[in-house]
């Protein structure tokens, strides 16, 4: 989305779009995160992503799979979306850009807690969504009717950024698996925060990032046809997280339509053009000397995702690195000008580049070394097929019969 702030500042957020609706209404729902705006400067899960506003906002869609040339025009390999853009600063996940909405816009209405102990919580519950395992879980009640009516082009993607096997025997082997570790989700909020009657999980009086983390993936799974289980995920079993949803899916819709501005659809050469026009809007931060990696300021580094999407690597020069967030500097594809792309440590993987190529070469001869083996096995037992088969057909020596 595109929107020019109080402070002349262009935001871009690259968000997902499907190849025709059929195509999204059998297999997009499962692959994007929920976002919604609540007060017209940050975002809340609850909707697409795409429906995604920040002060006056424009989509800029991208295919539902690769390759995604907008990413590519900037510079970015990273495929997951939403990638958020301010001025000529990139942002990669979707729990880095809620965080610095709020660490760059502070005058808006704050969604984030304040107090520590309630910080602790929001921490908690969004690393319990998507590190601890939940949406994970989620993904394998997709129905295998609904995948496997997708396009194969979609189904080799999917493979492809997952590393996972979606033949119909698999995916309904992992059903079961799945259902369980969502009833426990569903039960953990029944039971514990959502326990005493309140609204919102840190008894705000609107929803805060705490509902956010804790809502998108049952959110989503919950409104996906056929995906969980209705005997077990009724509202007579969990009428709290029921009645949690709906409060705040119907939040979600008030202030979406209360938006003073629509977002519009832009192009990928306005997007380009208006990051190429931009400034940095973060002042170059530090790296930190005490960081377990050691690196230094400058030094040539690959950043990749380590629980999926590992095979799309960012390179560039280190400009930043903290506990929280590591920042690379590099060109746009066409070289006009110079971005910086933000990445969560969480989950990420850091190494030099020559380095990285070392490690790259030796997996290039070590592929080459299980080819040369398989062949020699093929040669091996082709030779044995052959003996075996010579043995068989050889005409018996002695006296025939008659």
């Known amino acids: 989305m595109l929107g020019v702030l109080d402070k002349g500042v262009v935001v871009l957020v690259l968000t997902l779009q499907t190849a025709s609706p059929d195509l999204r209404k059998k297999s997009s729902s499962h692959v994007s995160r929920r976002v919604v705006p609540t007060?017209?400067?940050?975002?809340?899960?609850g909707v697409p992503l795409r429906d995604l506003a920040v002060w006056k906002t424009g989509n800029v869609l991208q295919p539902i799979i690769m390759p995604r040339p907008d990413l590519h025009a900037l510079g970015v390999q990273y495929r997951r979306v939403p990638v958020m853009c301010v001025g000529k600063d990139i942002y990669c996940d979707s729990r880095l850009i809620l965080r610095k909405l709020e660490e760059l816009y502070p005058e808006g209405e704050r969604l984030g807690a304040a107090d520590p102990d309630e910080q602790a919580i929001?921490?908690?519950?969004?690393n319990w969504t998507t590190d601890g395992g939940v949406f994970a879980r989620a993904?394998?009640?997709?129905?295998?009717?609904?995948t496997l009516?997708?396009?194969?082009?979609?189904i080799r993607d999917r493979e492809d950024a997952s590393g996972l096997s979606f033949r119909k025997a698999d995916l309904e082997k992992n059903?079961?698996?799945g259902m369980a570790h969502i009833k426990q989700a569903f039960e953990f909020l029944e039971t514990t925060l959502l326990a005493d009657g309140r609204e919102w999980l840190r008894k705000t009086e609107k929803p805060s990032l705490a509902d956010i983390h804790a809502i998108w993936v049952l959110d989503w799974v919950d409104g996906l046809d056929g995906a969980l289980d209705r005997d077990?995920?009724?509202e007579a079993r969990f009428p709290k997280v029921f009645a949690w949803m709906a409060r705040f899916r119907k939040t979600a819709a008030e202030a979406a339509s209360a938006l003073p501005n629509k977002p519009q659809t832009l192009s990928g050469e306005q997007v380009l053009e208006s990051v190429i026009a931009a400034d940095f809007v973060e002042p170059e931060a530090i790296v930190d000397k005490y960081d377990a990696?050691?690196?230094?300021k400058g030094q040539d580094i690959v950043v990749w995702p380590t629980d999926n999407c590992y095979n799309y690597k960012d390179s560039g020069e280190l400009v930043a690195l903290t506990t929280q967030e590591v920042v690379l500097q590099r060109k746009t594809l066409d070289g006009r000008t110079e971005v910086r792309i933000h990445f969560p440590r969480t989950n990420f993987r850091i190494v030099l580049k020559q380095d990285y190529e070392k490690m790259e070469a030796e997996e290039v001869k070590k592929r080459a070394r299980e080819n040369e083996h398989e062949?020699?096995?093929?040669v091996r037992f082709g030779s044995i097929l052959k003996r075996k088969i010579w043995r068989t057909s050889k005409p018996l020596s002695g006296k025939g019969t008659a």
């Open 122 to 126: 929001e921490r908690m519950l969004e």
């Open 39 to 45: 007060h017209g400067n940050t975002e809340t899960s």
């Open 149 to 154: 009516a997708a396009h194969p082009n979609f």
């Open 175 to 177: 059903r079961p698996d």
């Open 293 to 296: 990696l050691n690196f230094q």
């Open 139 to 146: 993904c394998q009640l997709v129905p295998p009717a609904v």
């Open 375 to 378: 062949e020699e096995k093929v």
């Open 232 to 234: 077990i995920f009724t």
